[in-house]
């Protein structure tokens, strides 16, 4: 398991890279949805060993098509925030290309400011997500199915600091929520299974 984990990241790594060379559309396209295929191989890598079955699947659906929509209502008040930046983005943007302008340290502030936000309401919606998740887990699941969840991750690869050993279930389940049950690629796995 650490393997594929380590084989995604280093894929994701090389990919993060490829930005910068000019890529033909339809291989850029291509080798995303390769890179989904993968990282979809790696997920059900964690869900399969949980060996729900459909109705438990179908349980949980709802509570992350919820979830989807306060993800999708956060990164709308991103933009809006965004917004009303824009107009000084791109001000800040032109003076810098045709006058040499550096962008002002207020504006960077700013942004910095406004970007600790939108990392603090991300992390607040991912949070409650996997509380309201974990509730449903717990009454759709089996201890067998939750302690396997609960093991399934190396939770120092998400936080260092982390000690497992002086972890809950709960909160080892939350990272594998966090991680697995809520990314969005899980979800049409998900359904795939549940049918």
């Known amino acids: 398991m650490k393997r594929v984990l380590l084989a995604v990241l280093l894929i994701v790594s090389i990919v993060a890279a ?12 291509r080798s995303d949805a390769i890179l989904s295929r993968a990282r979809q191989l790696d997920l059900l890598n964690h869900i399969l060993p949980l060996v729900m079955t459909k109705d438990q699947i179908k349980q949980l659906l709802p509570a992350i098509e919820k979830c989807r929509a306060k993800v999708k209502q956060v ?3 991103e ?11 791109d001000r800040a943007y032109e003076d810098g290309v045709k006058k040499g ?10 942004l910095n400011r406004l970007f600790i936000g939108f990392a ?12 309201d998740v974990l509730a449903v ?7 067998g199915q939750l302690k396997t969840a609960s093991k399934s991750l190396d939770i120092k690869v998400y936080n260092p600091k982390a000690e497992p050993d002086k972890m809950s279930d709960d909160e080892k389940i939350k990272y594998f929520i966090r991680d697995v049950i809520l990314d969005p690629l899980a979800y049409d796995l998900l359904v795939a299974l549940s049918k």
């Not at 887990?137 to 201890?143: G, H, Q, R, T």
């Open 18 to 29: 490829a930005p910068a060379q000019t890529v033909p559309d339809a291989t850029a396209k």
């Open 75 to 77: 990164i709308q008040r």
């Open 79 to 89: 933009a809006d925030n965004l917004k009303l930046v824009e107009i000084e983005i």
């Open 101 to 110: 302008a550096v962008p002002s340290k207020e504006l960077l502030n700013k």
């Open 120 to 131: 603090i309401l991300r992390d607040a919606a991912a949070s409650e997500n996997a509380d």
């Open 137 to 143: 887990m717990k009454s759709a699941l089996n201890e």
